[in-house]
């Protein structure tokens, strides 16, 4: 199965500022089916972007995603209050699908 | 109202079994793939199983193959995870969610329901 590893496990920034976080594979993720989810406390995952770029429903343009084959990335232009929460990739593009670990984003 | 109602969790011996239930209500429950994934307290998410509309096809994770089973019930619009041979590490709570076909991913989850393999 493929394993991927997020960077960095938490990330320290004040509200205001851009977040990239990043995703790589152990092996090339097909079709780049690479999704990211966010999750705060207490709730279910939310689907923030798949297919490595597109936007879920609902989703601020402030949420980006790029990459291809093996290095992903989420960029949060400018985060606002309610993106300090924990984010997680996930690749389905080959199975079993699988998610990263997580990198936390916390209030500097 | 469009939502997913998990039960079955509870406290079960190493070696055990227990059966996980998902009832879904205000969509055609037999239009949708679903999926299993479950999150240990304090830890990551787990991608543990998937299941096409029909309940005809079926994927699960490396660490779960040949333990669990995912089956529907598409007359009871209701979704079931069987795990046998339970082990401490799949302590977690298990949500149910419904696949949205276009992004291939969850658009709906459930509230989860708590597992615990203990002795």
């Known amino acids: 199965e493929i394993v991927l590893t997020q960077s960095p496990g938490t990330l320290s920034l004040s509200p205001g500022e851009r977040a990239t976080l990043s995703c790589r594979a152990s092996?090339?993720?097909?079709?780049?089916?690479l999704a990211w989810f966010q999750q705060k406390p207490g709730q279910a995952p939310r689907l923030l972007i798949y297919g490595a770029s597109s936007r879920a429903t609902g989703i601020p343009d402030r949420f980006s995603g790029s990459g291809s084959e093996t290095d992903f990335t989420l960029t949060i232009s400018r985060l606002e209050p309610e993106d300090f929460a924990v984010y997680y990739c996930q690749q389905y593009g080959n199975s079993p699908r699988t998610f990263g670990q997580g990198t936390k984003v916390e209030i500097k | 109202e469009v939502q997913l109602v998990e039960s079955g969790g509870g406290l079960v011996q190493p070696g055990g079994s227990l059966r996980l239930s998902c009832a879904a209500s205000?969509?055609?429950?037999?239009?949708?793939?679903m999926h299993w994934v479950r999150q240990a307290p304090g830890k990551g998410l787990v991608w543990v199983s998937r299941i096409n509309s029909a309940g005809l096809s079926t994927t699960y994770a490396d660490s779960v193959q040949g333990r669990f089973t995912i089956s529907r019930d598409n007359a009871k619009n209701t979704l079931y995870l069987q795990m046998n041979s339970l082990r401490a590490e799949d302590s977690a709570v298990y949500y149910c969610?419904?696949?949205?076909?276009?992004?291939?991913?969850?658009?709906?989850w459930g509230q989860g329901t708590l597992v615990t393999v203990s002795s």
């Open positions: 092996q090339s993720v097909y079709r780049s089916y």
């Open positions: 205000g969509f055609t429950f037999s239009s949708y793939w």
């Open positions: 969610a419904r696949e949205e076909s276009v992004s291939q991913q969850p658009d709906l």
